[in-house]
């Protein structure tokens, strides 16, 4: 009777197979190279262009509001709006919602 086990082992039984399996796994786990070490970089590397779109979307923001304030009207709305400054003869009245003002108690 023949063993059905070794008709899957007898691959395993040639050198040339054995030293290839050995260094597919020493390339893919083990080497300075290895396919672990390059899908961290990978990873790394995504990381840093969101980052870098990121940073990029805030400098355009940020160049925006330095053309906006490089204006007198701009720096007056700004201080209008931001600190509420006001002109010697003008009224301000704030309006605040209910939903914006801090509650004190958990029970309001």
């Given at each position: 009777?023949?063993?059905?086990?070794?008709?899957?082992?007898?691959?395993?039984?040639?050198?040339?197979?054995?030293?290839?399996?050995?260094?597919?796994?020493?390339?893919?786990?083990?080497?300075?190279?290895?396919?672990?070490?390059?899908?961290?970089?990978?990873?790394?590397?995504?990381?840093?262009?969101?980052?870098?779109?990121?940073?990029?979307?805030?400098?355009?923001?940020?160049?925006?509001?330095?053309?906006?304030?490089?204006?007198?009207?701009?720096?007056e709305r700004m201080a209008r709006e931001t600190y509420n400054m006001k002109k010697p003869n003008e009224e301000i009245y704030i309006i605040e919602y209910e939903d914006s003002i801090p509650k004190?108690?958990?029970?309001?």
């Amino acid at each position: 009777m023949a063993k059905p086990k070794s008709k899957y082992l007898k691959p395993f039984k040639n050198i040339y197979v054995i030293v290839l399996l050995g260094f597919a796994i020493w390339m893919l786990f083990f080497d300075a190279h290895s396919w672990l070490f390059h899908h961290e970089l990978n990873t790394d590397i995504e990381e840093l262009e969101y980052q870098k779109q990121h940073y990029k979307n805030e400098m355009a923001k940020d160049n925006k509001a330095i053309k906006e304030l490089s204006t007198d009207e701009g720096v007056e709305r700004m201080a209008r709006e931001t600190y509420n400054m006001k002109k010697p003869n003008e009224e301000i009245y704030i309006i605040e919602y209910e939903d914006s003002i801090p509650k004190s108690n958990k029970n309001e």
